[in-house]
Nanobody, 122 residues
């Protein structure tokens, strides 16, 4: 599946952004979708996933209560609503897909989008 992420930008601390990730396949509903991020000089880290079955969600502790992942299967799209952004949220955000998956491990996701830059100024 091909993924196209969008919605990044430059915002101030406390602002909100919504990232979107459009998938190319009509079998989108069978994919667990994830958001990961990579800050400059750091390793890629898990942000959130939404599972293909039942739509259960999981978040990194660093974003819990501020970020919300959701999906619109009819639109083949997954979203990441980011509120109360902090400078430490600055990173390139990637969406990823894992068919019938349940993992939060980036290595288990076989398809990746191109990334979208989020920069939060203090």
């Amino acid at each position: 599946v091909q993924l196209q992420a969008s919605g990044g930008g430059l915002v101030q601390a406390g602002d909100s952004l919504r990232l979107s990730c459009a998938a190319s396949r009509s079998t989108f509903s069978t994919y667990t979708m994830g958001w990961f991020r990579q800050a400059s000089g750091k390793e890629r880290e898990f942000v959130a996933i939404i599972r293909w079955s039942a739509g259960s969600t999981y978040y990194a502790d660093s974003v819990k209560g501020r970020f919300t992942i959701s999906r619109a299967n009819a639109k083949n799209t997954v979203y990441l609503q980011m509120n109360s952004l902090k400078p430490e949220d600055t990173a390139v955000y990637y969406c990823a897909a894992d068919r019938y998956g349940s993992s939060r491990n980036a290595a288990d996701f076989g398809s990746w989008g191109q990334g979208t830059q989020v920069t939060v100024s203090s």
